[in-house]
């Protein structure tokens, strides 16, 4: 009622007011809707990263085999000595009798190549394993080699002219041919998990990279937990207030924003340089880790120690316990769940760093997993670097595998975290 | 050796807790409880950490020690006639063959000088391992001769007890500024040893990278030059694209989250954005060389543009990507941290919300953000996977992000894998590039905690 009187009343005025309003409104509009906008992109940019990876990684997971019958004839088959005879003979030999038009010297060689490379090992390693015969045969599943584990899952493309296509007519037939007689199959890739890493990316596996990390982060927690925790709680229940702990804590805090590859350059400088351990070993990598996680143990420790109300201090120090008594016996246990909650989100960051462990050379090609903290090994994001930087197309797939797997542990450790926050955490 | 004498010194603390505890317990019954000090765990505990710590300390310091002081000794040992006139490299050289000829791996015929140096190594580290073993059991039975000895019913053992324990609290929150005393030193020395082979101002003002020389006399290589102004020009180039993506982005974000978004909203979102930050960098780095570079390529060459396959938009792009959080969150931080009437009273005078959050919330806020912003460029600068898989090798200087370029993360990663030789410029000047950007991220991180601290200390 008063609206309508006041438009008619000042009716110019008004009408630029409602304009300047409208234009007020819109400019609200618009600042909600950047802020749509961003969130939509960083969550849309997230989500492109995660979709890439498992388009790429998925097909990893699973592995060509060829189902092949291995006769172990007298030429190549040494019934004395099984373990030196010619196992690259009697692949030949299994496959003349796949394909009996293949050439001796000539297109035999290429029909052999349809399975991975180190098929002698393991035609080895079962005859060798069981008692064989001269005469008996030896029915196997064979990893298939790259290009035809890719033509397999339909990243080689067939309709791709014949000129810009790794694999050839003939050699496709070959291999369709294999797939009609019912010797194909693709079951689920275990050799991912339980096989080191290898220059063919069929036989590739990560257990090399998972057991390195493991000791990796064993060596790491085993140095930061302890130091951490007493770090933290010196500084927080015990430190007097003066120029020292004031500069520990500068010094903290500082550490925490160090870029990694400097911890790197220290690790190689002292750790390799001076006390001489031994270059790309578990121990070194842990220990250079440990120096990452230090600050973001004691932070969350503080945080933690902070949380327990000063009332429980105050009724252990009044029945007579004794300052370390107080914090050891009520303070510590009942921050747990906290330091536990900041050790694992730490530990996880430590799983992901990658930087650091270049440098002091856990990048190497090492094709057995580690026997202990001082072999020479590889970790899992260094590995999904290696791979990375590989050239074969089976590694492009390998790689976001891995991804996938080291995802898969860092989300594990986290829930694991968010588990321990909900459910032992106290509010007081 | 070293994991049984662990072992061994473990075994021995909880013998020496139990005598401790035992002869704590003897006290008690004969003074019926009255005038024992402590209860008898801590006399355990005292006997314990006194037979166990130095014996560990020992181990350590042994351990640290050992190869090197055989090391000398053997080469002092070698033959005079063998080893005369060798270089320091040529002298490694046959300590390496003679230790891997000592740890059974043979290749051909090895000179009589090396089988009989293998020999006295192996001789040695035999007698040098039982000799340390000798060594710490003879401490420990000797701590425990020593220590049990002070025990008495009026001994503070629990007082003692918790003074090695406060010890050791301190030792190891001084092992955050050992951290950093470490890195220090060590970048400090080497860069010394550095500059020594390059002049400060050559690194510093020279506009000519090309580190890739000859370690070896055998190999091909550039004559090297080491003026670093090109790499730093990449890194700040990089640097720029990766704030570029990122700050609008997280503002953005950070202002609708702070002040348009109802809670639940902010739950799900807040925790979403967070797994950016925690995504390894390895990972963005193959996202940038698999999808990214290859799409901006394409479409540059849609639009007629030259793109390098390694371009700087891709690597700094997808930096920023990863940065986004860092910059939201602490925005967030900042803009929440503003006192409520201020915004109240702004709203209340008729101005939309909008116009609070410009002239209101975000001058408020502004020292805050800009910490944030400071501490996400330190990030940025000292990222180093994205970089080493999607930027390039060579250091140009353009302006160009379609063009390659290289940061001082990428040529530290590229001088140290592979051949390592600590009297090589090339390896050196990846020290010199580790004190700069240690410097330069220092001071960004320094004064953008200060900014943070400062500014909250203004409004609580």
């Given at each position: 009622m008063s609206d309508a009187s006041m438009t008619t009343q000042h009716a110019l005025q008004g009408q630029a007011a409602e304009r300047r309003r409208r234009a007020r409104h819109a400019a609200d509009t618009r600042l909600r809707l950047y802020g749509i906008g961003a969130i939509t992109l960083a969550i849309g940019l997230l989500g492109i990263l995660i979709f890439t990876i498992i388009l790429g990684g998925h097909t990893a997971f699973t592995q060509t085999h060829v189902r092949v019958q291995f006769p172990l004839t007298a030429e190549s088959y040494n019934?004395?000595?099984?373990?030196?005879?010619?196992w690259r003979g009697v692949i030949d030999d299994a496959m003349a009798e796949i394909f009996p038009d293949a050439v001796e010297g000539g297109n035999l060689r290429t029909r052999t190549q349809i399975l991975t490379n180190n098929t002698q090992f393991f035609v080895r390693d079962a005859v060798l394993a069981g008692d064989y015969e001269v005469g008996d045969t030896v029915t196997l599943e064979v990893p298939a080699s790259d290009p035809y584990d890719q033509l397999n899952k339909g990243v080689i493309k067939r309709d791709t002219p014949e000129e810009n296509r790794r694999l050839d007519n003939d050699e496709v037939a070959a291999f369709d041919s294999l797939v009609e007689n019912g010797q194909v199959s693709r079951p689920f890739n275990w050799g991912l998990f339980f096989n080191a890493d290898s220059r063919f990316p069929e036989i590739a596996g990560l257990s090399g990279a998972i057991v390195g990390s493991f000791y990796a982060l064993m060596v790491c927690f085993l140095i930061s937990f302890p130091v951490g925790i007493m770090a933290a709680t010196y500084l927080e229940e015990f430190a007097p207030k003066n120029r020292l702990t004031d500069l520990i804590e500068v010094n903290i805090n500082n550490l925490a924003a160090v870029p990694s590859i400097v911890f790197g350059l220290l690790g190689l400088a002292v750790?390799?340089?001076?006390?001489?351990l031994p270059r790309s070993a578990p121990l070194v990598g842990g220990m250079v880790l440990s120096l990452m996680t230090l600050p973001t143990i004691i932070i969350a420790t503080r945080a933690a120690l902070k949380a327990v109300p000063p009332s429980i201090r105050e009724a252990a120090l009044g029945v007579g316990a004794s300052k370390h008594q107080v914090i050891t016996h009520h303070v510590l246990p009942l921050a747990l769940p906290g330091i536990l909650t900041g050790t694992i989100i730490g530990l996880a960051q430590a799983l992901g760093e990658t930087a650091p462990l270049l440098l002091i050379g856990m990048n190497a090609f090492i094709t057995s997993p580690p026997g202990g903290i001082f072999d020479a090994s590889t970790a899992l994001p260094t590995q999904i670097y290696i791979w990375a930087d590989?050239?074969?197309?089976g590694f492009v797939a390998r790689t976001s595998a891995g991804i996938l797997v080291l995802l898969g542990f860092l989300i594990t450790m986290n829930a694991i975290a968010i588990f321990l926050r909900q459910r032992l955490e106290r509010r007081w | 050796m070293a994991g049984y004498l662990i072992l061994t010194i473990i075994a021995f603390s909880l013998i020496a807790f139990w005598i401790g505890r035992s002869a704590g317990n003897k006290f008690v019954a004969d003074a019926q409880g009255t005038t024992v000090h402590s209860l008898p765990g801590y006399h355990g505990a005292f006997v314990a950490v006194w037979v166990g710590l130095p014996a560990l300390v020992l181990l350590l310091l042994w351990l640290v020690f050992q190869d090197n002081v055989i090391d000398s000794l053997l080469l002092s040992s070698l033959p005079q006639s063998e080893i005369a006139g060798l270089t320091p490299a040529q002298l490694n050289l046959v300590m390496t063959e003679i230790k891997t000829v000592a740890s059974?791996?043979?290749?051909g015929e090895p000179a009589p000088h090396i089988m009989q140096g293998a020999e006295t190594l192996t001789r040695w580290r035999g007698i040098a391992g039982w000799a340390m073993v000798a060594t710490s059991v003879c401490l420990m039975l000797l701590m425990l001769f020593f220590t049990r000895s002070r025990?008495?019913?009026?001994?503070r053992a629990r007082n003692q007890f918790e003074a090695v324990i406060s010890g050791l609290m301190i030792f190891c929150s001084v092992a955050a500024i050992l951290t950093t005393i470490g890195i220090i030193v060590s970048l400090l020395y080497e860069s010394y040893a550095f500059f020594q082979l390059v002049p400060p101002h050559e690194f510093f003002?020279?506009?000519?990278?090309?580190?890739?020389?000859?370690?070896?006399?055998d190999q091909v290589a550039g004559a090297g030059a080491f003026g670093a102004v090109p790499v730093f020009y990449g890194t700040l180039v990089i640097a720029t694209l990766a704030m570029a993506v990122a700050t609008p982005i997280g503002l953005f974000t950070a202002i609708y989250l702070a002040e348009y978004a109802s809670e639940r909203f902010r739950n799900i979102v807040k925790p979403i954005l967070e797994i950016l930050a925690g995504v390894p960098t390895v990972v963005y780095g193959f996202f940038a060389v698999l999808t990214v570079a290859p799409a901006i390529r394409e479409a540059g060459t849609l639009m007629g543009l030259a793109t390098s396959p390694n371009s700087a938009l891709a690597a700094g792009g997808v930096m920023g990507i990863m940065i986004i959080p860092f910059i939201s969150s602490l925005s967030d931080d900042a803009i929440r941290a503003v006192p409520r009437s201020m915004s109240d009273g702004s709203l209340a005078m008729g101005a939309t919300r909008a116009e609070t959050i410009t002239r209101v919330l975000l001058p408020a806020a502004l020292p805050g953000i800009m910490g944030g912003i400071l501490l996400a460029l330190s990030r940025a600068i000292g990222e180093t996977m994205i970089v080493v898989m999607a930027a390039g090798l060579i250091a140009t200087m353009t302006i160009n992000p379609l063009d390659s370029v290289t940061t001082v993360t990428v040529q530290i990663v590229t001088l140290l894998i592979g051949d390592t030789a600590f009297d090589s410029p090339k390896t050196l000047a990846a020290f010199a590039l580790g004190l700069v950007l240690f410097f330069v991220t220092l001071c960004l991180n320094v004064v953008a905690l200060r900014i943070v601290q400062k500014y909250r200390e203004q409004y609580e």
């Amino acid at each position: 009622m008063s609206d309508a009187s006041m438009t008619t009343q000042h009716a110019l005025q008004g009408q630029a007011a409602e304009r300047r309003r409208r234009a007020r409104h819109a400019a609200d509009t618009r600042l909600r809707l950047y802020g749509i906008g961003a969130i939509t992109l960083a969550i849309g940019l997230l989500g492109i990263l995660i979709f890439t990876i498992i388009l790429g990684g998925h097909t990893a997971f699973t592995q060509t085999h060829v189902r092949v019958q291995f006769p172990l004839t007298a030429e190549s088959y040494n019934a004395e000595e099984p373990a030196r005879s010619n196992w690259r003979g009697v692949i030949d030999d299994a496959m003349a009798e796949i394909f009996p038009d293949a050439v001796e010297g000539g297109n035999l060689r290429t029909r052999t190549q349809i399975l991975t490379n180190n098929t002698q090992f393991f035609v080895r390693d079962a005859v060798l394993a069981g008692d064989y015969e001269v005469g008996d045969t030896v029915t196997l599943e064979v990893p298939a080699s790259d290009p035809y584990d890719q033509l397999n899952k339909g990243v080689i493309k067939r309709d791709t002219p014949e000129e810009n296509r790794r694999l050839d007519n003939d050699e496709v037939a070959a291999f369709d041919s294999l797939v009609e007689n019912g010797q194909v199959s693709r079951p689920f890739n275990w050799g991912l998990f339980f096989n080191a890493d290898s220059r063919f990316p069929e036989i590739a596996g990560l257990s090399g990279a998972i057991v390195g990390s493991f000791y990796a982060l064993m060596v790491c927690f085993l140095i930061s937990f302890p130091v951490g925790i007493m770090a933290a709680t010196y500084l927080e229940e015990f430190a007097p207030k003066n120029r020292l702990t004031d500069l520990i804590e500068v010094n903290i805090n500082n550490l925490a924003a160090v870029p990694s590859i400097v911890f790197g350059l220290l690790g190689l400088a002292v750790f390799l340089q001076i006390f001489g351990l031994p270059r790309s070993a578990p121990l070194v990598g842990g220990m250079v880790l440990s120096l990452m996680t230090l600050p973001t143990i004691i932070i969350a420790t503080r945080a933690a120690l902070k949380a327990v109300p000063p009332s429980i201090r105050e009724a252990a120090l009044g029945v007579g316990a004794s300052k370390h008594q107080v914090i050891t016996h009520h303070v510590l246990p009942l921050a747990l769940p906290g330091i536990l909650t900041g050790t694992i989100i730490g530990l996880a960051q430590a799983l992901g760093e990658t930087a650091p462990l270049l440098l002091i050379g856990m990048n190497a090609f090492i094709t057995s997993p580690p026997g202990g903290i001082f072999d020479a090994s590889t970790a899992l994001p260094t590995q999904i670097y290696i791979w990375a930087d590989s050239p074969e197309r089976g590694f492009v797939a390998r790689t976001s595998a891995g991804i996938l797997v080291l995802l898969g542990f860092l989300i594990t450790m986290n829930a694991i975290a968010i588990f321990l926050r909900q459910r032992l955490e106290r509010r007081w | 050796m070293a994991g049984y004498l662990i072992l061994t010194i473990i075994a021995f603390s909880l013998i020496a807790f139990w005598i401790g505890r035992s002869a704590g317990n003897k006290f008690v019954a004969d003074a019926q409880g009255t005038t024992v000090h402590s209860l008898p765990g801590y006399h355990g505990a005292f006997v314990a950490v006194w037979v166990g710590l130095p014996a560990l300390v020992l181990l350590l310091l042994w351990l640290v020690f050992q190869d090197n002081v055989i090391d000398s000794l053997l080469l002092s040992s070698l033959p005079q006639s063998e080893i005369a006139g060798l270089t320091p490299a040529q002298l490694n050289l046959v300590m390496t063959e003679i230790k891997t000829v000592a740890s059974g791996t043979i290749f051909g015929e090895p000179a009589p000088h090396i089988m009989q140096g293998a020999e006295t190594l192996t001789r040695w580290r035999g007698i040098a391992g039982w000799a340390m073993v000798a060594t710490s059991v003879c401490l420990m039975l000797l701590m425990l001769f020593f220590t049990r000895s002070r025990l008495s019913a009026r001994f503070r053992a629990r007082n003692q007890f918790e003074a090695v324990i406060s010890g050791l609290m301190i030792f190891c929150s001084v092992a955050a500024i050992l951290t950093t005393i470490g890195i220090i030193v060590s970048l400090l020395y080497e860069s010394y040893a550095f500059f020594q082979l390059v002049p400060p101002h050559e690194f510093f003002f020279g506009l000519n990278w090309e580190p890739q020389i000859a370690i070896r006399e055998d190999q091909v290589a550039g004559a090297g030059a080491f003026g670093a102004v090109p790499v730093f020009y990449g890194t700040l180039v990089i640097a720029t694209l990766a704030m570029a993506v990122a700050t609008p982005i997280g503002l953005f974000t950070a202002i609708y989250l702070a002040e348009y978004a109802s809670e639940r909203f902010r739950n799900i979102v807040k925790p979403i954005l967070e797994i950016l930050a925690g995504v390894p960098t390895v990972v963005y780095g193959f996202f940038a060389v698999l999808t990214v570079a290859p799409a901006i390529r394409e479409a540059g060459t849609l639009m007629g543009l030259a793109t390098s396959p390694n371009s700087a938009l891709a690597a700094g792009g997808v930096m920023g990507i990863m940065i986004i959080p860092f910059i939201s969150s602490l925005s967030d931080d900042a803009i929440r941290a503003v006192p409520r009437s201020m915004s109240d009273g702004s709203l209340a005078m008729g101005a939309t919300r909008a116009e609070t959050i410009t002239r209101v919330l975000l001058p408020a806020a502004l020292p805050g953000i800009m910490g944030g912003i400071l501490l996400a460029l330190s990030r940025a600068i000292g990222e180093t996977m994205i970089v080493v898989m999607a930027a390039g090798l060579i250091a140009t200087m353009t302006i160009n992000p379609l063009d390659s370029v290289t940061t001082v993360t990428v040529q530290i990663v590229t001088l140290l894998i592979g051949d390592t030789a600590f009297d090589s410029p090339k390896t050196l000047a990846a020290f010199a590039l580790g004190l700069v950007l240690f410097f330069v991220t220092l001071c960004l991180n320094v004064v953008a905690l200060r900014i943070v601290q400062k500014y909250r200390e203004q409004y609580e």
